[in-house]
């Protein structure tokens, strides 16, 4: 069983696997649905399996649960150091280069735009009881009385006197709910409401429910093989960490693939393959260390090498190799729904987040998405000082036409607008800001 990122392109990628999606059961908050009711960036669990040469399977069921679908209690504000982030309904939300934005709100297209009041649904991994990485976010109208909005999270500060308690920093009101699970601390649920919040700011439930079975981790039989990717939970160590709930166990028996126990930390993207134990825990078989995005540019593709393993596009001098673990969307007027490196063609216009690979040094990508047009921008690291000349994340770019540059130096993080000049391979910057 699969329980990762959706990333739709060819069938159905769920963690770089192409499976088939033929008479597959799929719902959608526990809604019968179908595969085009998928996007890409939604977690779900996929249950399945895998054919011999692991970059395809088959699927039998794919499940998408939301994490929540609430008010916004504080916007998102990029300006500050650090930024701030986003606040909903007692969560913590983070977000990075590779969470997927959709809106059904005139004027709000970034996770920037989406203001207080307005509903947003989150689907993505909890790193503890009160933060989420998101992985996808919809936004929705601002919240009017009658409309069901839902939380989930583990039960605490339970208090059976003024039936209250907290998912989350949030306090919930359940005086109202005649009809519910029998409540204890650490109990995880799902609360509904079609009040929103009393005058005290505590949410009125309308309903409460048992959530994965009252468990945050994952639901299973004893001995059932799983994988699981995201973000490593708060509180690590070497020998046992979260993900999304579930306590995964690392031991002598555990391989390592782009890393070691000891990186392991909180936050560290990875994917994990292991059996579950008797205590509802992963005994891991495999970790694999997944790259983050630390560059982005965008440009033009001047040429394709389908013939490169994995295949590589070069965008402004730099080739960068993609494959079905990068994540592809279409925000052209084609809008190919199953978007994936098969359909780049030279000359499209693309955004890539990509990052340098440490043991091969190669460019490799995270994100892909193509657009209609765009101006050259480039954000990444500083590789090489010459003068009037810099290296960014494996792309030349030319100072001489920038009033006053910054200072730079290897490592730092930079900025850079211009214009590509194709003949010369280098990127004639405009402007230059760390």
């Known amino acids: 069983m699969c329980k990762n990122n959706t990333e739709v392109a060819a069938l159905l990628f769920v963690n770089g696997v192409e499976y088939s999606t033929t008479g597959v059961n799929i719902t959608v908050n526990g809604a019968p649905a179908t595969e085009a009711d998928l996007q890409t960036g ?30 916004v209690e504080q916007a998102y504000n990029g300006a500050t150091t650090p930024a701030t982030p986003l606040k909903v309904m007692g969560y913590t939300i983070l977000t990075d280069a590779t969470t997927e934005f959709s809106s059904q709100v005139s004027g709000q297209s970034t996770v920037a735009d989406i203001a207080v009041g307005n509903i947003v649904e989150v689907s993505g991994t909890r790193l503890d009881n009160t933060t989420i990485q998101a992985s996808y976010i919809e936004t929705k109208a601002a919240f009017h009385s009658g409309q069901e909005i839902e939380v989930k999270g583990a039960v605490t500060a339970l208090d059976s006197i003024n039936m209250t308690f907290q998912i989350g920093a949030m306090t919930v009101d359940y005086s109202a709910v005649s009809s519910m699970p029998s409540l204890a601390n650490d109990l995880f649920v799902e609360v509904k409401s079609t009040a929103g919040k009393n005058g005290s700011g505590n949410l009125v439930a309308s309903a409460i429910e048992l959530a994965s079975n009252g468990t945050s981790g994952i639901d299973g039989t004893e001995g059932k093989e799983f994988e699981l990717s995201g973000p490593i939970g708060t509180g690590s160590s070497s020998t ?11 031991s002598s028996e555990t391989q390592f693939e782009h890393g070691a126990a000891s990186d392991i930390a909180d936050g560290a993207q990875v994917e994990v393959s292991g059996t579950l134990n008797a205590n509802g825990q992963i005994d891991a078989s495999e ?8 560059a982005e540019l965008q440009g033009s593709i001047e040429a394709i090498d389908t013939t490169a393993v994995p295949n590589t596009v070069t965008i402004m001098g730099a080739t960068i190799a993609v494959n079905n673990k990068s994540m592809f969307k ?29 043991t091969t040094s190669a460019l490799v ?52 607008n211009g214009t590509y000049d194709a003949n010369t391979h280098v990127l004639m910057a405009t402007s230059v800001t760390l």
């Open 240 to 250: 046992q960490f979260t993900l999304n709930g579930t306590t995964v166990i690392v």
């Open 330 to 358: 279409d925000n052209s007027t084609q809008q190919v729904r199953y978007f994936n490196q098969a359909d780049l063609a030279v000359g499209d216009w693309l955004e890539i987040g990509f990052y340098r690979d440490n």
């Open 42 to 71: 939604m977690h779900v669990d996929l249950t399945g399996s895998k054919d011999a040469n692991g970059s395809t399977g088959t699927a039998l069921s794919i499940a998408f649960d939301d994490d929540l679908e609430g008010i």
């Open 287 to 294: 970790i694999a260390f997944r790259e983050a995005e630390e």
């Open 365 to 416: 990508a995270v994100k892909v998405k193509r657009e209609n047009s765009g101006t050259n921008q480039l954000e990444g690291v500083v590789e090489a000082v010459g003068t009037g000349t810099v290296t960014v994340s494996g792309v030349a770019v030319d100072l001489s036409g920038v009033t006053s540059p910054p200072t730079l130096t290897v490592n730092d993080q930079v900025h850079v």
